[in-house]
């Protein structure tokens, strides 16, 4: 013999009212409906899932590439244009640098606050690689 579904409450989001067998809760305890607990781990995935300051460690990752790029093209092309760009290069270190640690040290800060580990390696290698090319650009370092 099938026992019938009996209701359960309402859900805490839409009101709808919940049967025993499709009874969901979330974290803080509330009955939701399954269209609701779809909708909130859907919102849950797309607001939390993220690092909301990545961009600040792109930004500096794609300045640190910059001097590297420019030496590596001096290297592989070689001549006047060449010759001409290795004369900037130092330059372009200092710039990228200047650039890639506020970065990195924002991102670190971020990633302080938001417990997010693994964001905490990736800003402090982006920004020593800055305080590098900063040394670099300088004339400190060959």
């Known amino acids: 013999m099938r026992q019938r579904d009996h209701a359960v409450g309402e859900c805490g989001l839409c009101g709808k009212t919940v049967r025993a067998g499709a009874a969901l809760y979330l974290v803080d305890g509330r009955l939701v409906c399954a269209l609701c607990y779809t909708k909130v781990d859907i919102d849950a995935l797309l607001h939390d899932s993220g690092f909301d300051h990545a961009g600040a460690a792109l930004v500096g990752a794609v300045a640190n590439l910059l001097p590297f790029l420019a030496q590596a093209m001096v290297v592989l092309i070689g001549g006047t244009f060449a010759s001409a760009v290795?004369?900037?290069?130092?330059?372009?270190?200092l710039f990228a640098g200047l650039v890639a640690v506020p970065c990195?040290?924002?991102?670190?800060?971020?990633?302080?606050?938001?417990?997010?580990?693994?964001?905490?390696?990736?800003?402090?290698?982006?920004?020593?690689?800055?305080?590098?090319?900063?040394?670099?650009?300088?004339?400190?370092?060959?």
């Open 86 to 93: 290795a004369s900037r290069i130092d330059a372009c270190a």
């Open 104 to 142: 990195g040290g924002s991102t670190v800060a971020a990633a302080r606050t938001c417990g997010r580990h693994g964001w905490l390696a990736v800003g402090a290698l982006v920004g020593a690689v800055g305080v590098y090319h900063v040394v670099r650009g300088v004339g400190l370092v060959g």
